[in-house]
């Protein structure tokens, strides 16, 4: 399914709104540390946030002491794809899951094989980013196919440039169920925005929940609408906001 041309409708005081963060929020850099949300895009989220009776989530695969540190505090934060949520105010947890020890050296392996990857660390979640070697991006996933983690319970999930090894309950579809029957979640409908395959999880989920979903940029995806970039998003969202 390639989604819908048509320009997504606008949101209801009823629905609740999840939200991706790069290349949703923000566009995508070579060096993931330099992504902050653009100026004004706080205020931005904090109104919708007000006017959704604080039904806004940002559902990101960066750790959840990152994302912390990149959106507003007043928000419902859901890091490392859907395992760490931080209500609003909240601190990141002082301590992490870890990955398997075996996960771990088999990722690192990897990455020392071709130059120019890097392994990040986000918890239980290991993501290989080869951005800087995308040229290699077919034999990163033989190897990470050959390399067995399935019998660590981990899958590999293939995103822009990286490749991430994750247990198998990182995942957003699952993560936005949980938050659909808790407060303030619960009863509205789930409206979902995201760019990538991880997104993907979150869409078949709100979809199944009666929800509206919107795809950003080009790409196969199960959204039912779409929006051209990232600054597509922001207009979408600040006509919402009446910014």
Request: no cysteine; proline share 6%.
């Amino acid at each position: 399914m390639t989604g819908q041309g048509a320009a997504p409708p606008p949101l209801r005081a009823e629905d609740a709104l999840f939200l991706d963060f790069d290349g949703t929020l923000a566009g995508l850099q070579d060096d993931p540390d330099t992504v902050f949300l653009a100026s004004g895009m706080d205020t931005v989220l904090e109104t919708i946030g007000d006017q959704l009776d604080g039904a806004l989530a940002i559902l990101s695969g960066r750790d959840a002491g990152d994302l912390a540190r990149r959106v507003p505090g007043g928000l419902w934060r859901i890091g490392n794809h859907g395992l760490i949520p931080l209500a609003p105010e909240a601190k990141p947890p002082e301590a992490r899951a870890a990955a398997p020890d075996a996960v771990r050296h088999a990722i690192e392996k990897i990455s020392a094989m071709f130059h120019g990857t890097r392994v990040e660390t986000k918890g239980p979640v290991l993501a290989l980013h080869y951005r800087q070697a995308p040229d290699f991006a077919e034999e990163i996933g033989v190897a990470l196919a050959d390399a067995g983690l399935s019998a660590e319970g981990y899958r590999i999930q293939h995103g822009k440039f990286v490749f991430e090894a994750k247990p198998e309950d990182a995942n957003k579809g699952r993560a936005l169920a949980r938050m659909m029957q808790d407060v303030p979640f619960s009863g509205r409908r789930p409206v979902m925005i995201g760019d990538d395959t991880t997104d993907e999880d979150a869409f078949r989920t709100a979809n199944d929940l009666g929800g509206l979903t919107i795809k950003v940029g080009a790409g196969d995806t199960v959204a039912q609408y779409r929006l051209k970039d990232v600054e597509a998003v922001h207009a979408y969202l600040k006509e919402l906001a009446g910014t």
